[in-house]
């Protein structure tokens, strides 16, 4: 959609009323995402179904050339890759309602990884084998389904991108908003934050910031800079994450429930992929990532400031919001 107008008027629609159903209650807002999330598999099956089909019938139609590719550009299609891929962690906010998350968490974390890797390749796979330029193609899942699939699958296609979109932002507003709850209860946000809606139970304070803000990126740049943004801020998360995994098996030995062999290893690895790759982030996502950790910063030192006058509370489980 490249008209303002219906651009504007289509995200703004789809971000009120993802906001309207996660005010009323976590349970609305958690069936709307599994919905969506269940519904965007069913394209992508049936077009890696329809796509191996055609290619065991007829072989590949299209000679495949090995191209060399710069370093640079490698890089640059690994930080939008890094997008397809974020998300798994969020798996681990509703974690504390779990039986025994300790143990369910990281196995279910896997458990995604393997759906979704062969998925994407396979998908992959198809696209390159049927279309002789897949990277000069704007939609090259629509062009691929288009050579086995007549007009049906091309159709098919562009209905699961949009519930593909839809779905990711129904995710996306269930969870962020209660990590920002979180932080506030315990005082590192504004106690306004942690507000709690008297009817409803949500935190409707934090799920509108986070859908203003949402708008705003959406209405500043194209989904590619959101989502190169997006990759470059998990990843910063990321070396985060890796980097206080070796200071906290040090300090605390015994506390890990699931240990991976030569964690410190993998964590060290870890910290070196994400430097190479957000190195590819160009000086805009730089100024706005810089702008936010220069106010992560500010926020913190002001925490650290008032620990001593305020309290901080424990966070209220997320089945407390619930209706």
């Not at 509703?94 to 062969?118: H, M, S």
């Not at 934050?193 to 008297?198: E, L």
């Not at 964690?263 to 936010?292: D, H, N, Y």
């Not at 500010?298 to 400031?305: D, E, Q, T």
Request: net charge positive; aromatic share 10%; glycine share 6%.
């Amino acid at each position: 959609m490249r008209e303002p107008f219906p651009r504007v008027v289509a995200i703004t629609l789809l971000l009120a009323v993802l906001t309207a159903v996660n005010v009323r209650g976590v349970k609305m807002g958690t069936g709307v995402s599994n919905f969506f999330t269940v519904s965007k598999l069913v394209p992508l099956i049936v077009f890696i179904l329809a796509g191996c089909v055609f290619l065991l019938r007829n072989g590949t139609p299209v000679r495949i050339v090995p191209e060399s590719h710069e370093t640079n550009a490698c890089l640059n299609s690994v930080l939008l890759i890094i997008f397809v891929y974020v998300g798994f962690e969020a798996a681990l906010i509703p974690a504390g309602e779990a039986t025994n998350p300790d143990r369910d968490a990281p196995f279910a974390i896997l458990i995604a990884l393997a759906i979704c890797t062969p998925i994407y390749a396979l998908v992959q796979f198809v696209v390159v084998q049927t279309l002789k330029n897949s990277a000069l193609s704007d939609r090259p899942l629509s062009a691929a389904a288009h050579v086995f699939g007549g007009s049906v699958l091309p159709a098919m296609i562009a209905i699961g991108v949009v519930v593909s979109v839809v779905g990711y932002f129904a995710a996306g507003i269930i969870a962020t908003p209660r990590i920002v709850l979180a932080f506030a209860q315990q005082g590192d946000l504004p106690r306004w934050f942690a507000s709690v809606h008297p009817r409803y139970k949500t935190p409707h304070v934090s799920i509108l910031v986070f859908a203003a803000l949402v708008w705003a990126l959406a209405m500043l740049g194209t989904f590619s800079w959101n989502a190169k943004l997006s990759a470059v801020s998990r990843l910063i998360t990321y070396v985060f994450i890796c980097a206080a995994l070796p200071t906290l098996r040090w300090k605390r030995p015994g506390l890990a429930k699931f240990r991976l062999p030569v964690g410190p290893l993998f964590a060290l690895i870890g910290v070196a992929f994400c430097g190479v790759v957000i190195s590819r982030a160009g000086k805009v996502e730089a100024v706005v990532l810089g702008a936010t950790l220069a106010i992560a910063l500010l926020n913190w030192i002001l925490v650290r400031r008032r620990s001593g006058e305020v309290p901080m509370r424990s966070p209220m489980p997320l089945n407390s919001y619930e209706i």
